[in-house]
């Protein structure tokens, strides 16, 4: 059974927050002599003088409206990184605890369990890259914590089978975090429509893809009222600017221009997917529900360090599990991935 109670830190139930006389005062005040600001303001971004709204409630109101989930059931992040972090705080316990990942998967589950002293238990994808579920059974003990799940996942690309998703979720009795970093470029809907069925469930998502917004750093985590209130119990007041909340406000205004822009995005995807193999250096490229591609080629070392004299920078994810012999390519702009095809076709092998 689920019991968040019990995969509490003790210290994180017993923790007292963070308050601030503005928490038991709402509205316009006359004056504000409480938080110890410069009531004068900076001689240049004079607006700027006060601390921002510590639960980012304006930008709240309009990601609900787009994904359709209650404000109470949203957190906002420092990036998704954030989120990341502040989970491995709240339920394991450093020293005694573990979690599970699903290898080759996205780097900060595992830099963010050793930041935390969190024992990390691999249950490597299958050669098809989806998920080991006999492996993952075999892992899990009371100590587990967290399971992570990324879907679509970085750096192979793909989508995560629901149904192995929802094993995972009827089966585990922690949390299970499901990252759509790339869900808006994927052909499988998001699991925010499931929030409501699974207590254990944390979907993870970011403005750094999609919406093109990396600079900013916010990233979303969705789920149950009592886990996002553990989220807004631990983490730091501030941890969103007031200057990204009024950008991010502005930009969540425009929802049709950055379907637009992600239209445009799946379609240079295609078109790599269709121009790639034809070049002699290319060997495979695998399917992406992403923004991205892994692609294996004849020499990837040698292309990598080719592409970088080129000036070209892509990821080279040779070395890593299941993804030997390849490099991982974002989608760029048309005249980007022109000048990426170009160098390639140029490559002698
Ligand atoms: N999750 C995944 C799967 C990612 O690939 C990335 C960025 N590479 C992130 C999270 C980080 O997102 P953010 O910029 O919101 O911290």
């Given at each position: 059974?689920?019991?968040?109670?019990?995969?509490?830190?003790?210290?994180?139930?017993?923790?007292?927050?963070?308050?601030?006389?503005?928490?038991?005062?709402?509205?316009?005040?006359?004056?504000?002599?409480?938080?110890?600001?410069?009531?004068?303001?900076?001689?240049?971004?004079?607006?700027?003088?006060?601390?921002?709204?510590?639960?980012?409630?304006?930008?709240?109101?309009?990601?609900?409206?787009?994904?359709?989930?209650?404000?109470?059931?949203?957190?906002?992040?420092?990036?998704?990184?954030?989120?990341?972090?502040?989970?491995y705080?709240?339920f394991c316990n450093?020293?005694?605890d573990?979690?599970?990942?699903?290898?080759?998967?996205?780097?900060?589950?595992?830099?963010?369990?050793?930041?935390?002293?969190v024992?990390?238990?691999?249950?490597?994808?299958?050669?098809?890259?989806?998920?080991?579920?006999?492996?993952?059974?075999?892992?899990?003990?009371?100590?587990?914590k967290?399971?992570?799940?990324?879907?679509?996942?970085?750096?192979?690309?793909?989508?995560?089978?629901?149904?192995?998703?929802?094993?995972?979720?009827?089966?585990?009795?922690?949390?299970?975090?499901?990252?759509?970093?790339?869900?808006?470029?994927?052909?499988?809907?998001?699991?925010?429509?499931?929030?409501?069925?699974?207590?254990?469930?944390?979907?993870?998502?970011?403005?750094?893809?999609?919406?093109?917004?990396?600079?900013?750093?916010?990233?979303?985590?969705?789920?149950?009222?009592?886990?996002?209130?553990?989220?807004?119990?631990?983490?730091?007041?501030?941890?969103?600017?007031?200057?990204?909340?009024?950008?991010?406000?502005?930009?969540?205004?425009?929802?049709?221009?950055?379907?637009?822009?992600?239209?445009?995005?799946?379609?240079?995807?295609?078109?790599?997917?269709?121009?790639?193999?034809?070049?002699?250096?290319?060997?495979?490229?695998?399917?992406?529900?992403?923004?991205?591609?892994?692609?294996?080629?004849?020499?990837?070392?040698?292309?990598?360090?080719?592409?970088?004299?080129?000036?070209?920078?892509?990821?080279?994810?040779?070395?890593?599990?299941?993804?030997?012999?390849?490099?991982?390519?974002?989608?760029?702009?048309?005249?980007?991935?022109?000048?990426?095809?170009?160098?390639?076709?140029?490559?002698?092998?």
């Open positions: 059974m689920f019991d968040l109670n019990t995969l509490l830190r003790s210290n994180i139930k017993a923790l007292v927050p963070y308050s601030s006389a503005r928490d038991e005062f709402h509205g316009e005040a006359k004056v504000y002599l409480d938080a110890n600001e410069n009531s004068i303001g900076s001689p240049l971004l004079k607006w700027y003088n006060r601390y921002p709204d510590p639960q980012q409630q304006k930008i709240k109101e309009k990601i609900s409206a787009i994904k359709g989930v209650s404000t109470k059931q949203i957190f906002i992040g420092n990036g998704s990184d954030e989120c990341i972090d502040l989970l705080r709240a450093p020293g005694v573990n979690v599970i990942i699903c290898p080759p998967t996205y780097g900060m589950y595992e830099v963010s369990a050793n930041i935390n002293d024992e990390l238990r691999k249950a490597p994808l299958l050669d098809d890259f989806q998920l080991n579920l006999a492996h993952m059974e075999t892992l899990v003990d009371e100590h587990t967290l399971i992570w799940i990324c879907s679509p996942n970085n750096p192979t690309g793909n989508s995560i089978n629901m149904a192995d998703i929802e094993m995972v979720l009827n089966n585990f009795d922690g949390i299970v975090v499901v990252d759509e970093a790339y869900i808006n470029f994927s052909r499988q809907r998001s699991l925010v429509t499931l929030l409501a069925d699974y207590p254990n469930l944390v979907v993870m998502q970011t403005l750094s893809k999609a919406w093109g917004l990396a600079g900013l750093r916010l990233g979303m985590a969705f789920a149950s009222e009592e886990i996002i209130n553990v989220y807004n119990k631990i983490k730091p007041p501030y941890n969103i600017s007031e200057a990204v909340q009024e950008l991010v406000a502005k930009a969540l205004d425009n929802v049709e221009d950055v379907n637009e822009m992600i239209k445009e995005l799946v379609k240079e995807r295609k078109r790599l997917e269709t121009e790639l193999p034809k070049l002699a250096v290319v060997e495979k490229v695998y399917p992406s529900d992403a923004n991205f591609l892994l692609v294996k080629v004849v020499d990837a070392r040698g292309i990598y360090e080719y592409l970088l004299a080129n000036q070209i920078v892509v990821r080279d994810r040779s070395k890593v599990l299941l993804c030997e012999g390849s490099l991982r390519i974002t989608v760029g702009t048309a005249r980007e991935n022109d000048e990426l095809l170009n160098a390639l076709q140029k490559f002698i092998v």
